[in-house]
């Protein structure tokens, strides 16, 4: 395959003295080679996914790969035929991914826990005595997950700490697995296990985005696909005989890995659903969304 465009995910942890002045400059660059997507600067490091054209991308590489505050980034490029993000957005935050830690913060640089490399972690998961831990919202494993993983019903990251305080028996005494997207909410998790006394912590090097590039796993053990934050809406991981849909229609209950927003302006809110459902149904979350929306737009006659 020859596709003109490239999309990156990737994160440094790496020390910004001035975070502001530098994501001025790299606006610049980011405007100079046309690249579109998000990218979170902070005092800790940086995390973004960027698309652009192939040779643009190799650019942006290649700068970040000579700056000495973000050299040996494990870069995650995928092809596609174009843009997978609307626009550019480059926002300086107090850290690049948080769990609301207030005072006991610290930095993943200080403290996370061990890494596992595909092959090492696809042993490990056929380990006894061990929680495989997903530490991603439920929205992303609703549509995609390790097979036997423990899926925290929480919407967002900053929740997890109190899960873990509110399930600690699932987890007391177990080796812990825990896994995310492109790895660095994981850097950050892993070391929390590690402070909230738990000792037998492992996370996957890169997160699932490595798993299923790597030649050796090829993704073994994923169910579904992998929730991204793009317009993709998901890639595919799995790819052994064994893959399979794991999520479902809202309606119909079939095999769908179709995330839409609701139409219902208000709501908008994400939920799956087949193609045939909604050109039947309506792009709508449920019937109440759909009422609401066609009693308003009436209402405008
Ligand atoms: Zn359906
Ligand atoms: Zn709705």
């Known amino acids: 395959m020859n ?7 990737y994160y440094k942890y790496s020390r910004i003295a001035d975070p502001e002045t530098y994501a001025a400059e790299h606006r610049d660059l980011c405007r100079r080679l046309a690249l579109k997507g998000r990218i979170l600067i902070a005092r ?3 995390n973004g996914t960027v698309s652009g054209t192939v040779g643009n991308c190799a650019e942006y590489r290649r700068v970040l790969d000579a700056d000495p505050v973000t050299a040996g980034i ?3 490029i995928d092809q596609e035929e174009g843009h997978v993000f609307p626009k550019m957005s480059i926002k300086v935050r107090e850290e690049v991914v948080t769990l609301d830690l207030g005072e006991e913060d ?8 061990t890494h596992l490399k595909p092959e090492e972690w696809r042993k490990a998961m056929k380990e006894e005595d061990v929680v495989i831990l997903d530490a991603r919202n439920d929205y992303e494993w609703e549509i995609g997950r390790f097979a036997g993983a423990i899926l925290p019903d929480v919407p967002s990251f900053r929740d997890l700490p109190k899960w873990v305080r509110d399930h600690r028996a699932e987890l007391e005494g177990k080796k812990i697995l825990t896994y995310c997207t492109g790895g660095i909410r994981c850097e950050k998790f892993s070391g929390f296990l590690l402070k909230e006394g738990f000792n037998d912590v492992f996370q996957l090097d890169g997160g699932i985005v ?5 030649e050796a796993v ?8 992998c929730y991204v934050f793009d317009e993709r809406l998901s890639v595919p991981v799995n790819r052994t005989d064994g893959a399979k849909v794991i999520s479902k229609c809202a309606y119909c209950g079939g095999e769908s890995i179709r995330y839409r927003n609701c139409r219902w302006m208000p709501c908008n809110a994400q939920f799956l659903c087949c193609e045939k459902c909604e050109t039947g149904k309506g792009r709508y979350c449920g019937p109440l969304c759909k009422e609401v929306d066609i009693m308003s737009r009436a209402a405008h006659y």
Do not use: H, M, N, Q
């Open 210 to 214: 490595t798993y299923g590039k790597d």
């Open 218 to 225: 090829r993704g073994e053990g994923y169910e579904g696909e």
């Open 74 to 76: 494990a870069w995650k």
């Open 3 to 9: 596709s003109p465009y490239e999309v990156l995910l």
């Open 44 to 46: 800790e490091g940086i």
């Open 106 to 113: 610290f930095t993943p640089e200080d403290l996370t826990a």
